[in-house]
């Protein structure tokens, strides 16, 4: 069974930064492509960032480009999302997404549950 | 960035009715379009991958056409368990999501 299952989320004052994890099993991690997909409080999916099998093409939305830096450990099987500089508009529950492609170019057909990030002083 | 708008925002509808909704690309994206839907407190479930090809475990009543710049999912049955939110994305290049389609019962 697929498994994606996010941590780190949590209450952090505007300026502030933030780890996110996720840790993916049954599956072969390095063969796929992997994201960052946020959802704001009653608002629409946003993509975040995304990391190819290889690192080799990486991603962010504009809102977070040179704020957000997305990484990845295929030896763990873990995929991060390290965010600086943050905003109350950033509050969001971010869910972590496996790519059905190598490269950041499929649909999204595995998605863990989500942590919950709030910016708030 | 590739804009993506989808149309209606939100529609009302019977079970047993025909449902299209619809989503323009704001640039050529070829067929690198997927559909999702979403639950209220669910993480969102790939429906249509590549325009018109259907994730395993999709029920067939789900179907997606176009290319280039405009797309569609259809619903052709509505099931209860259909009303959700639905949302196209393109993968042309990195992804952009549109707005959503919320799917109520009238």
């Known amino acids: 069974e697929v498994q994606l299952v996010e941590s780190g989320g949590g209450l952090v004052q505007p300026g502030r930064s933030l780890r996110l994890s996720c840790a993916v099993s049954g599956l072969t991690f390095d063969d796929y492509a992997m994201h960052w997909v946020r959802q704001a409080p009653g608002k629409g999916l946003e993509w975040v960032s995304g990391?190819?099998?290889?690192?080799?093409?990486?991603g962010y939305a504009d809102s977070v480009k040179g704020r957000f830096i997305i990484s990845r450990d295929n030896a763990r099987n873990s995929l991060y999302l390290q965010m600086n500089s943050l905003r109350a508009e950033d509050t969001a529950l971010y869910y972590c997404a496996k790519d059905r492609a190598t490269g950041i170019r499929g649909g999204l057909d595995y998605w863990g549950q989500g942590t919950l990030v709030t910016v708030s002083s | 960035d590739i804009q993506m708008t989808q149309s209606p925002s939100s529609l009302s509808a019977s079970v047993g009715d025909r449902v299209t909704i619809t989503c323009r690309a704001s640039q050529s994206i070829s067929n690198y379009l997927n559909w999702y839907q979403q639950k209220p407190g669910k993480a969102p479930n790939l429906l249509i991958y590549?325009?018109?090809s259907l994730q395993s475990g999709v029920p067939s009543r789900f179907s997606g056409s176009g290319s280039g710049t405009d797309f569609t999912l259809t619903i052709s049955s509505l099931h209860p368990e259909d009303f959700a939110t639905y949302y196209c994305?393109?993968?042309?290049?990195?992804?952009?999501f549109g707005g959503g389609t919320k799917v109520e019962i009238k």
């Open positions: 994305q393109q993968s042309y290049r990195f992804l952009t």
């Open positions: 590549a325009a018109s």
């Open positions: 990391i190819s099998w290889n690192r080799g093409s990486i």
